[in-house]
């Protein structure tokens, strides 16, 4: 099972996303709405994917990217906006 993360502020959009990727069970995914609950989801997972909004309340999701880079430099991100 993969695990994918969403950081994105449009919950009804993270909230489809996370049902469709999660059919048939081969994807668990987390959704983050914030800089600081991506940047706090960073070091807390092996993720295989992160699907990566820009634009957040509290901040540009280039600050998670790199969050992400020093926590998991392999890691794919996606950005989103």
């Known amino acids: 099972m993969s695990s994918i993360l969403i950081i994105d502020d449009d919950r009804p959009f993270c909230r489809a996303l996370q049902i469709r990727l ?3 069970g081969q994807h668990d995914v987390m959704c983050a709405h914030t800089v600081a609950e991506g940047v706090r989801c960073a070091p807390q997972a092996e993720y295989d994917l992160v699907l990566l ?3 957040l309340p509290d901040g540009s999701g280039l600050d998670v990217l ?3 880079q020093v926590a998991q430099p392999e890691l794919p991100v996606v950005v989103i906006t």
């Open 66 to 68: 790199h969050e992400f």
């Open 53 to 55: 909004d820009l634009g």
């Open 22 to 24: 999660c059919r048939g």
